[in-house]
């Protein structure tokens, strides 16, 4: 199996794949705000359909990309970028469909939980693989 990545490629992947979400929520939020009002567009970015939208695509593009990209390629778009897949720990195979959901959910946990503690405490723990699954380079 192949060694682990430098943790510089596995936190480019993240951003890569955190951009990727928050952009397409963002932009999805942004065009369900608009309304045409006397063949005038004008954006209500208080509503909240527009934020309601973003929070909905960004979830489902993250799932698309983590979960379903994943199972078919071994690689979300920010680990196809970076050279890395995601392989079963314990023979380097394919993932499975119910592991990815849960590195997946894993994945908001550490970002709501470890990173803010991480940060306040200047921290230089690493992020750990999941449920049975590592991250390798290609």
Not at 67 to 82: D, E, H, I, P, Q
Not at 130 to 136: C, D, E, M, Q, S
Request: aromatic share 8%; charged share 15%; with cysteine.
């Amino acid at each position: 199996m192949s060694p682990a990545p430098m943790q510089a490629r596995r936190v480019s992947a993240a951003v890569v794949d955190a951009l990727v979400a928050l952009v397409c929520g963002l932009a999805a939020g942004v065009a369900a705000g608009v309304e045409v009002v006397d063949g005038v567009a004008e954006l209500r970015p208080g509503s909240p359909a527009v934020w309601g939208t973003a929070l909905a695509t960004a979830l489902a593009l993250s799932f698309l990309n983590h979960v379903l990209l994943t199972f078919a390629v071994r690689a979300s778009l920010g680990k196809l970028v970076t050279g890395l897949r995601v392989v079963r720990a314990s023979d380097g195979r394919r993932p499975g469909f119910l592991r990815l959901i849960g590195r997946w959910l894993f994945g908001f946990y550490w970002m709501i939980v470890f990173v803010p503690l991480h940060v306040a405490a200047d921290s230089s723990v690493e992020q750990q693989d999941a449920v049975a699954l590592r991250t390798i380079r290609r």
